[in-house]
Structure formats: structure tokens, C-alpha cells
């Protein structure tokens, strides 16, 4: 049994992945992975039974879950320290001049007369070991009870528990181990639908250390499939019962990633990127706490923006990447990571396939038509690849003149050759080359397509059109048409193209850019991977599979076409990653439209003043509180008052003034574009989130080295 048939990572047009032959009967625990330093690793034996019982409490969005303890939405008031001691002290000597006063009679003896209606008579005679036994604890009594009254005038206990033992040490209380029917690690759910077997066999291999965090996330979507009815029950219980915690694999066999950058909680789908900086202007509930991104978060799609080395790969992308990846071998989540060669986005073998565009040694192709057989769905892509950046930037336009074009060539050519053109074809047909051309008209009356040569006929007219976009359309794609590019993008069946069509599967991809010397080409194959990923998760049947792209650079991406999509991947259960330098590489009158289409925005530290007011403006403005004070001299009039303000002078050094504070609401922004631009700490980032269900952070100053 497979994690939610995982059958093909390639689509339609590739063969299946390479499996091992089997998992022997009794799985071997699995390779510990390399972690980076300072990185805890990933939880096995009896750190993962701690890892899977630890708490998670709900929380709101972008707080790491695991571990967290919740606080207050408001700052309790704390009282200085010095003022605390100052207080304590005063009482304290407070208590013993009423003690002193009582015990040498000056408040006179009131206070002994129950001491004298209690004992006998009897009791009275000197050195009876009785009286003296009873008035000097009556004397202890006495002082207690101005000790208490003073001690809780004082505060004493505040400072009991804030410097006192209490706060030395901080012990973990022993828990007893919870019960089997409220114990995770004895899987409840299966106990309660009658597979008791299969929750043995889980429950003892994770005692034994053969279970990781990744197994355990990988049973529990396939034991989700059996509750939907994808899978029945006896498949399920059997693939348990033989495997253990090797059941229901990862098509690729892999059990985890050969490397871990930061912490998952997989139980969550979190990924930690920071923690929440201590700061006045983030609220008082963020403040110290983890923050992480999930789907949840990353369904509403993440923009960030910061200048090279500011942190957006190794602080962001790749953790991303990293968790995706890991949620993709637990059957979770579909993930394309695209980037320059060479850009630090996971080792090779953290991928099912690795597409190495303009590189001799890459196992796989790129399908430049997303898999699609129907040629206006592949017009519509492929224009939005090639000319997508120079349409009008105005969030209504489009390019439909030039997917009218291409669908006037696709069509005719893939009636008559079943197939669609290669680039090279692809060229020649926009150059209006007479013997392609030709050549596809004596096949369409051979074939007697009639509406296809009406197509051509349209398409011929138009050349000799000075406006015609079709030269713009054939230099576009001689950028293609490159020897470095000249074993890609094959069309005739005999490469191993991928295919965005496989985004109904758990599969793990990344795509490397070429850049030396092929900027152009990078930028609209990174365009042509954003159209394909839009068109095909939108109009999957199964929308359970989480599908995330990752786009590390996304300079020249943005177009009005791509902010469309990124809008539809939320009701699509998918979301995307992107990172640019600057909001210069977005035409103007597209920032405020992708602003407003991600529901993530992180601006990192260094960023210029001109793209901190775009992130200021769509942030807005809160209310908060201004206090304004106000100095005022004080002028004595009197000797007496003269003398004392001349020894405060002296003493303090400065004239006696009054202070009037008055405190009034006012309405000013988040974070301003100065603020983002040169209060930012090094390494730090402003965030704010939104997740699919609406919830909202407000933008939170992230540390992201910790």
C-alpha cells in the first residue's frame, strides 16, 4: 500500500519512479540524517515518544505549537525591581515600629488583654513554666500577625517568587505516562476502529526505536485515507502488521531527507524560522515566542523581500523547502522548488526529481506544455512564458493576442503530427517560414481539417501585418532555441520531460535555472513554471494534497497573468513561495495587486525606503497611544523655597521643574517606511501572516538566527 497511490512523479509522459524492492519484514531503524549546527535532531526512540506526547495547544497563527504555553493578550503590570525592594524595606521597618511600640508600652496594653482572659490566675506566679510558655506565644502571635499585614503590603511574596528559590530552579514535574486510549503513541484512532493489531505493532516499534516523526506523519495521512474511503481497512491493517513503520512508503523508499537545516514539528507541519523579538511594537501574546509556517500559512502564499544576503534563501526558502519536502514523503504535500543551479535549495537526493535546465548531465526534461493535450490550454501557457512581461502591467490586461497566435499554430500542427511542436518547429512556424507553413497546410487538407485551415489561413493573413506579435513571439522563444538548451524541451517521446500534471502525487521537485549567460531564458522559464503550476493545481479532482511552489527569485515573474493565479491557489489548496531583492522588479501598478494577493509578507532587514512604503500601505494603520510631557520650571518665591531649590540644584544638577504628562489615541501606521528601512536589526525580518481560514497576524519583528 502505497501513500496515497503514489504511483508515477513525473505525469503522464514518464516513466514510473525507481523503487527498491521491498522493505525487508522487519524494518530497521532508519539512517539518522545530518543536521547543521545548533539544529536538535530529528526525534527517534524515546525522544520521538516525548516529540509525539509533547503538547501542542491551538495558538495563534505563526506561533511554533510545540511546547508552547500560552499568554495573556495583555502585559500584567511589573513592578520595577528597585521599587519592589524599596517597598518591601519601607514595610518591613513599618511592622517593626509597631512592634516596638507595642512591646514598650507607648500604644498602651490593650492589646494584652486576651492574652490576660485566656490564662488562670494561677498561671501568673513568677517562672511558671505555663505563663511563659503562653504570653511569649502570644508575642509570636501578635508579630506574625503584623508581619502578614505588613508582608502583604510589601509584596513580599512577589519577591519570594521572583528572586527566590522558586525562580533558581525551574524542575519538570515527572508525569505518569497517559493511558493507551489517550496516549498518541498507542494510536487511539485504530484501537477505537477495531485494528488493535496494527496499533501494537506501531506502538511497539516506536518503544524500539524504529519510528521517526516522518513514519508516524506517513501512517497517520494513510490511516486519514482509510477514514475517507480511498483505502480499505484490511489493506491498510495488512501493509501495518508486515511493515511496521516502514508501511505505506514514499514511492521513492525514502523514509527522510539525508539532511536537516531547521526544526518541524511534523505533527503540525511546522517549520521554525525565528522567534518573535521582545519589542514594544510586537504584541505582548508574540513576544519571545517561536514563530513557524505551515500550510495553513503558506496556503494564503508568502511574498519576501529583502536585498541579496539579507537571509531570504537560507532563512526562508530553504527551510520551506526543507519542510515541504518532509511532508512530501509523509504523503502529504506536493512541492516544486525553483532556483538558480547552484543556489543552496537541498541536496539532490532530498528530491524525487531534479529538472537541471541547460545542463548535459540532467536526468529529466521539462514539458515546455505542462502535459496538456488541448492546444489553447497550452497556447494559454506558453504565452504567458514568453510574452507574459510585456503585456499591459495593469491588473485587467492580458496577452490573449498572443494566445490567439500560438493556439493558431498548435492546433493545426498537433492534428496533423499528434504531437506538439518542438522549438525549433515552434520558431520557424511564428517566422512565417514558407516551407513549415507549407508543409502543415498540405497535411491539414490531407487530413481535411477545415476549421484548423481556417486557423493557418488566419495566421498567414496576419504576417504581413506590420503589428503582428508574432515576430515578438519567435525572438522569445530563440531564446529556446540555444545549443546550450538543444537536449530540452523534446517533444517526440524520446527524453524523460516532467510534467506539472504530477502535482496530484506526494512528489518532491526541483527545477535549476540556468543564469550564466541566460538571464532572459531564466526568467521566462521561471514564468513558464508559475503558469503550469497555476493551471494545473487549479483543476485537480483531488484537492487533499497540499501543492506548494517555490520560487526563489522572482525577478520579471510578476505579471498580471501570475497575480491572477496566485489568487486562485487559495481555494485550490495550494499555495506559493516567492522572494525578490526589490518591488523595482514589479511594475508599479502590479505591487499593490500582489500585496494584496499574498497573505504572507515579510520584509527583511535593508530594505529600501521606497518598498518599505509599499509594505507600510498595505499593513495600514492602527490606533495606539501617544503621551506627550511637558517640563515646566519651578520658580520659588519664598527664602525657605529658594534654599531648597538651590540644594536640589546642587544635588541633582538641574533646575526643579513640574512634569504634566497628557496621554491622548492616535492613528499611525504599523510599521513605518523609515522604521523598515533602518530599524530592522541585521538577520530580522517584519512578518505578517494570514492563514486559510482568515486569522491574522500584524506585522511581528522576527529574529531569524534563533
Request: charged content about 20%; glycine content about 10%.
Amino acid at each position: 500500500m502505497d501513500s496515497e497511490g503514489t504511483q508515477d512523479a513525473r505525469g503522464t509522459q514518464a516513466g514510473p519512479v525507481p523503487r527498491p524492492a521491498g522493505p525487508p519484514q522487519v524494518p530497521a531503524a532508519p539512517p539518522r540524517p545530518t543536521r547543521a549546527p545548533g539544529m536538535p535532531p530529528p526525534p527517534d526512540g524515546s525522544a520521538f515518544l516525548s516529540w509525539l506526547r509533547t503538547a501542542r495547544p491551538e495558538a495563534l497563527p505563526g506561533i511554533w505549537r510545540f511546547g508552547h504555553r500560552p499568554r495573556p493578550e495583555e502585559e500584567p503590570e511589573r513592578i520595577p525591581g528597585r521599587q519592589l525592594f524599596s517597598g518591601a524595606l519601607i514595610a518591613f521597618l513599618v511592622g517593626w515600629l509597631i512592634w516596638s511600640l507595642l512591646w514598650n508600652g507607648y500604644l498602651g496594653g490593650w492589646w494584652l488583654l486576651p492574652l490576660y482572659a485566656m490564662i488562670p490566675d494561677s498561671w501568673a506566679e513568677p517562672h511558671s513554666f505555663g505563663a511563659v510558655v503562653v504570653v511569649y506565644a502570644y508575642y509570636v502571635l501578635v508579630a506574625g500577625i503584623i508581619m502578614v499585614g505588613v508582608g502583604r503590603l510589601g509584596r513580599w511574596g512577589e519577591i519570594w517568587r521572583r528572586y527566590g528559590p522558586p525562580a533558581w530552579r525551574r524542575t519538570p514535574r515527572d508525569e505518569p505516562p497517559p493511558v493507551p486510549e489517550e496516549d498518541p503513541a498507542a494510536w487511539p484512532a485504530l484501537r477505537a476502529a477495531g485494528a488493535v493489531d496494527a496499533a501494537e505493532r506501531l506502538s511497539s516499534d516506536a518503544r524500539a526505536g524504529m519510528m521517526r516523526d516522518v513514519d508516524h506523519a506517513r501512517i497517520a495521512r494513510a490511516w486519514q485515507g482509510v477514514r475517507n474511503g480511498r483505502h480499505s481497512l484490511a489493506t491498510f491493517t495488512g501493509a501495518v502488521l508486515k511493515d511496521g513503520a516502514a508501511a505505506c512508503p514514499h514511492p521513492s523508499g525514502a523514509r527522510d531527507l539525508p539532511a536537516r537545516q531547521a526544526r518541524h514539528d511534523l505533527l503540525t507541519g511546522q517549520v521554525r524560522l525565528g522567534t518573535t523579538a521582545d519589542d514594544p511594537r510586537n504584541p505582548y501574546v508574540y513576544r519571545g515566542t517561536g514563530l513557524a509556517l505551515g500550510p495553513d500559512l503558506l496556503g494564503t502564499s508568502l511574498l519576501a523581500v529583502g536585498p541579496a544576503g539579507s537571509g531570504k534563501t537560507g532563512g526562508v526558502v530553504l527551510p520551506v523547502a526543507e519542510s515541504l519536502c518532509l511532508q512530501a514523503l509523509a504523503g502529504k504535500t506536493a512541492v516544486v522548488v525553483v532556483g538558480a543551479a547552484g543556489a543552496g535549495l537541498g541536496p539532490a537526493d532530498a528530491y524525487d526529481v531534479v529538472v537541471r535546465i541547460g545542463s548535459p548531465d540532467s536526468v529529466y526534461d521539462l514539458d515546455l506544455y505542462g502535459g496538456t493535450t488541448d492546444p489553447d490550454e497550452a497556447a494559454a501557457v506558453l504565452a504567458e512564458a514568453l510574452v507574459g512581461d510585456l503585456a499591459d502591467p495593469h491588473p485587467g490586461s492580458d496577452s490573449r493576442r498572443s494566445t490567439t497566435v500560438l493556439a493558431q499554430l498548435l492546433g493545426p500542427f498537433r492534428a496533423v503530427h499528434g504531437r506538439f511542436p518542438s522549438v525549433p518547429e515552434l520558431r520557424q512556424l511564428l517566422d512565417g517560414a514558407p516551407g513549415p507553413l507549407a508543409a502543415l497546410r498540405k497535411g491539414l487538407q490531407d487530413a481535411g481539417q477545415e476549421s484548423l485551415l481556417r486557423e493557418l489561413d488566419a495566421r498567414e493573413r496576419q504576417l504581413a501585418h506590420p503589428g503582428d506579435v508574432g515576430g515578438i513571439l519567435a525572438d522569445r522563444v530563440a531564446l529556446l532555441d540555444r545549443p546550450a538548451f538543444a537536449g530540452f524541451f523534446d517533444t517526440s517521446g524520446q527524453s524523460r520531460p516532467f510534467s506539472l500534471k504530477a502535482l496530484d502525487h506526494p512528489v518532491r521537485v526541483r527545477v535549476d535555472l540556468p543564469q550564466r549567460g541566460h538571464a532572459d531564458a531564466s526568467r521566462m522559464l521561471a514564468r513558464l513554471v508559475l503558469a503550469q503550476f497555476t493551471a494545473s493545481v487549479t483543476v485537480r479532482e483531488d484537492r487533499s494534497l497540499f501543492a506548494c511552489l517555490v520560487l526563489d527569485d522572482a525577478t520579471g515573474v510578476i505579471t498580471p497573468e501570475a497575480v491572477r493565479g496566485i489568487q486562485r491557489l487559495r481555494s485550490a489548496n495550494a499555495g506559493a513561495v516567492l522572494t525578490l531583492r526589490t518591488l523595482d522588479d514589479v511594475p508599479r501598478p502590479l505591487r499593490g495587486s500582489l500585496l494584496g494577493a499574498t497573505g504572507c509578507r515579510m520584509a527583511l532587514a535593508g530594505l529600501t525606503p521606497w518598498d518599505g512604503q509599499d509594505f507600510a500601505e498595505v499593513w495600514g494603520k492602527e490606533w495606539t497611544e501617544a503621551r506627550d510631557v511637558t517640563d515646566r520650571q519651578i520658580i520659588a518665591e519664598s527664602p525657605a523655597g529658594k534654599a531648597v531649590h538651590a540644594l536640589r540644584r546642587a544635588i541633582t544638577g538641574k533646575a526643579p521643574t513640574a512634569r504634566a504628562v497628557t496621554v491622548r489615541q492616535v492613528e499611525r501606521e504599523r510599521w513605518s517606511a523609515s522604521e523598515l528601512a533602518h530599524a530592522v536589526p541585521a538577520g530580522h525580518a517584519v512578518l505578517s501572516l494570514t492563514d486559510v481560514k482568515g486569522e491574522h497576524a500584524p506585522p511581528l519583528l522576527v529574529d531569524l538566527r534563533e
